[in-house]
């Protein structure tokens, strides 16, 4: 793994947006995995800013997000398609109908995860996913314990996880019990992965990553056996 110490989030989000934009400079039809969550919503900001100041164009993308919440259509403000419209797909050139977000409303779950992962092979795979990383070391929705030849597949919802998210939802409304993640193996089989690590809160799964071994106990770790993967921490995630 790469490690690339950013001096704050703002630098964090800096040299993001500049792995992403680069890839798509070098490849306009590039296939890009897409996270949701506190951290990337900077680097998305930095995208829509330098597609407005410099004309990045994402015509010819296709995106494939991680993970999305079971039960939640597109249009609830708490789901993951609507925070991707709102934080980048609306503010950019990219058409909607070359992104996608496994649905949480699908009658048959089980049949969208297959279609899912047979639409990333069909996209010819994802050539730079970006990650965030879960206090417990899970990426997209793959909790500790998850195997690590897992495809996309539906999860129950730790209650951590229920809880660091619950800021996402309105009080009193009830959080997903279940979400459907691209599995282990699914993050695996991009080309080049960028796992993205801000704030103190973040410092103690950082310092497991970097120092524990490779074990289905801490999702994140499978990283390690990419042999492209850069880990951009910022100077609050390093102090531990
Ligand atoms: N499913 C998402 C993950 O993909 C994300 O990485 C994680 C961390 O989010 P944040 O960036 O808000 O800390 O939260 C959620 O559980």
Known sequence: MEII????YDDLCEKAAALLISQVQQKPNAVLGLATGATPTGIYQKMVADHQERGTSYAGVRT????EYVGLPPEHPSSFAYYMRKQLFDRIDLPLAQTHIPSGVATDLEQE??????????????????????????????????????????VT???????????????????PSHAITMGLATIMRSKRIVLLVSGKHKAPILHRLL?????????????????????IADADAWDQ
Not at 124 to 150: K, R, V, W, Y
Not at 215 to 230: C, F
């Open 211 to 231: 120092n524990e071994p490779v074990s289905e106990d801490l999702p994140a770790s499978i990283l390690k056996q990419h042999s492209h993967v850069t880990v």
């Open 113 to 154: 995860c297959r279609q899912y992962e047979e639409a990333i092979l069909a996209a010819g795979g994802i050539d730079m996913q970006i990650l965030g990383i879960g206090m417990n070391g899970h990426i997209g929705f793959n909790e500790p314990g998850t195997p690590f030849h897992s495809v996309t597949h539906v």
């Open 5 to 8: 110490r950013a001096t704050n």
């Open 64 to 67: 494939f997000n991680l993970d």
């Open 157 to 175: 919802l730790t209650e951590s996880t229920k809880q660091a998210n619950r800021r996402y939802f309105d009080e009193g409304e009830t959080m």
